[in-house]
């Protein structure tokens, strides 16, 4: 059993991220090969396999497994990881909610980890919808694996803050989907069924933890006036397995910052 390190990103635009200065004047490459993580999973790529250079594609140590919407520059997710997988999906198994490239798994002998960025219901009722029916399948598809006898790891953009401690305006926020009783109920649903908010198991109380910041509201970061959208889930056997659980805030190059997951495995 070995100590493995998981990162979970939403970048807003892999191609500028490499581009971009994140922490301590490294560039993506130079930070990924510092920090080392097992599994980098991110979401809101907005790009294709085609479209990336072959060191972004699998950069130095790494393999990377994209899945990408139909329509270009828009959504998609890659998990970039050390150690080759069993097998990997990229389809929920619907096609109404396969087009827009929302889903990594990799499936190991004794785990599975499903990177996944899950829709934002603002835009209309129609797409708060399309999220809500994308939790439900997505649940499905993890609840599948567990009756297989399948450990489960599943991080991403979740795009709702679970409790108003998740974010930093509760009430102004409570008609605003991203913090929906309905949206919240579905994270309710699913620890209820075993899986457990990784940050929250270390730190039950603690405010003011955030992974996104408004660019539209201009100082939000610095003034940190944000909410905790990002996460990572572990079915239940697997807790006692995870040693830390922790967010990146000094990570810049996106309006999200990484979240992270130590676990024995």
């Not at 603690?206 to 408004?214: A, F, L």
Request: glycine share 6%; with cysteine; net charge neutral.
């Amino acid at each position: 059993m070995k100590e493995k390190t998981l990162f979970s990103w939403n970048v807003n635009g892999v191609r500028a991220l490499v581009k971009k200065k994140l922490v301590d004047e490294q560039d993506f490459f130079e930070w990924l090969e510092t920090a080392s993580p097992d599994f980098l999973c991110l979401q809101e790529t907005k790009a294709h396999p085609e479209q990336v250079t072959d060191k972004l594609l699998n950069p130095p140590g790494y393999k990377g497994y994209w899945s990408a919407a139909e329509r270009k520059g828009y959504s998609g997710v890659v998990t970039f990881a050390k150690e080759e997988p069993l097998n990997v999906a990229t389809e929920l198994g619907s096609k109404k909610l396969d087009n827009e490239g929302r889903y990594v798994i990799l499936e190991y002998s004794d785990f599975v980890l499903a990177n996944a960025y899950f829709p934002n219901g603002k835009k209309n009722a129609e797409r708060l919808q399309y999220k809500l029916d994308y939790y439900d399948k997505f649940l499905e598809v993890m609840e599948n694996y567990r009756k297989k006898g399948k450990s489960v790891i599943f991080c991403g953009d979740v795009n709702t803050a679970h409790k108003p401690m998740d974010l930093t305006h509760p009430k102004a926020n409570e008609t605003i989907s991203g913090f929906l009783p309905i949206e919240r109920a579905w994270i309710d649903k699913i620890i209820g069924l075993g899986y457990i908010d990784s940050f929250r198991h270390f730190f039950p109380n603690e405010s003011e933890k955030y992974t996104w910041w408004s660019v539209r509201n201009i100082g939000a970061r610095e003034r940190n006036v944000g909410w905790r959208l990002d996460y990572f889930f572990v079915s239940s056997d697997l807790i006692e397995k995870v040693t830390k659980a922790y967010i990146l805030p000094e990570v810049m190059g996106s309006d999200h910052c990484p979240v992270g997951l130590d676990l024995m495995l």
